[in-house]
């Protein structure tokens, strides 16, 4: 049997797909190549390249009777690119998403764990704490909303036909495998612990510092980094508790609870590196919020999952190794260990 992992050669795919082999599963990989790379795929996993908005490429995959569970991480992932073109995102991730899950209940593919988001909270109060699932969503970029909405088609879909399933909703994802077998690639990063690496590296000239004038402690964005491998490894925590029977129907925050401002983020980077880290002001960025920090105590009392990597300078340290790496030479396909 084998776990159908969408959007395995992406970046948190590709660390998924290393998790779930070294635990044993045996995988096929789903991915249009539209964001992810081929040298993400491990060699000894199959790979099909295609969407999983097409309904007759899952019947092909799923009527072989060797899928017994999804991982549907394939979707579109940056705020900013949401708010301009929100079509794509209610596209790829809400439309597609539902085609997928109608085809899971079609074949009785039981277990699915699905890819969300910290964004599906929208603009916390700073006296709300800790955000925990249970807080009432409501997303301020189309993002967000597009993953809501596919939580929601799930979460229905799953009810009505007797499929179990498990929403994780992804903190700030960082870093990069520890034996640097896997980790983003893509040129084009948003996301501030790449460009802060790139930025120290003198791949870029400077940071922006997106708002620093948020009701925060030194008014930059604080948010909770978690290690791209301890996020992976919850995902086959999930998978683990759905067939053991003890998850049927979960949302679980990913993060470690612990936030960081964009100038605690920029620290870490210019001690691990040893070198400065230039950055600018810059005004705040569309569809951004000041802080949000998870609370994962939901996660920890009813999965078997621990965090390995809770500690940002670790997180930055891996980011970095990587990110060198990355152009000095092009890092091994992911799983080659020779
Ligand atoms: C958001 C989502 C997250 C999603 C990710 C994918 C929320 C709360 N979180 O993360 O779930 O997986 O998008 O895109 O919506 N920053 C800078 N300069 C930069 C880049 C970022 O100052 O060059 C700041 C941002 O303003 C923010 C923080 O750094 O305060 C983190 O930003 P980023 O890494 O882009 O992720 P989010 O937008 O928080």
Known sequence: MAVLVTGGAGYIGSHVLLELIAAGEGVVVLDD??????????????????????????DEIMSRGEIDAVIHLAASLIVPESVAAPEKYWRNNTANGRVLFDACARH??????????????????????????????????????SKLASEWTLND????????????????????????????????????????CEAALGRRAALQIFGTDYATADGTGVRDYIHVSDLARAHVAALRGMRSGALVREIFNCGYGRGYSVLEVIEAVARASGRPVPAERAPRRAGDIGEIVADNTAILSRTDWRPERADLDAIVRDALVWEEALSSAPPRRAGDRS
């Open 33 to 58: 190549l539209s964001t992810g790379f081929i040298e993400n795929i491990p060699a000894a996993a199959p790979f099909i390249k295609g969407s999983v908005g097409d309904a007759a490429l899952l």
């Open 157 to 196: 879909i799953a009810a009505a036909h007797g499929l179990r399933h498990v929403i994780l909703r992804y903190f700030n994802v960082a870093g990069a495998d520890p034996e640097m077998r896997a980790g983003p690639r893509a040129r084009d990063a948003t996301h501030l612990i790449k460009v802060a």
């Open 108 to 145: 009785r593919v039981r277990d699915i764990v699905f890819s969300s988001t910290a964004a599906v909270y929208g603009d916390v109060p700073s006296s709300a704490g800790r955000v925990s699932e249970d807080f009432v969503p409501n997303p301020v970029s189309p993002y967000g909303r």
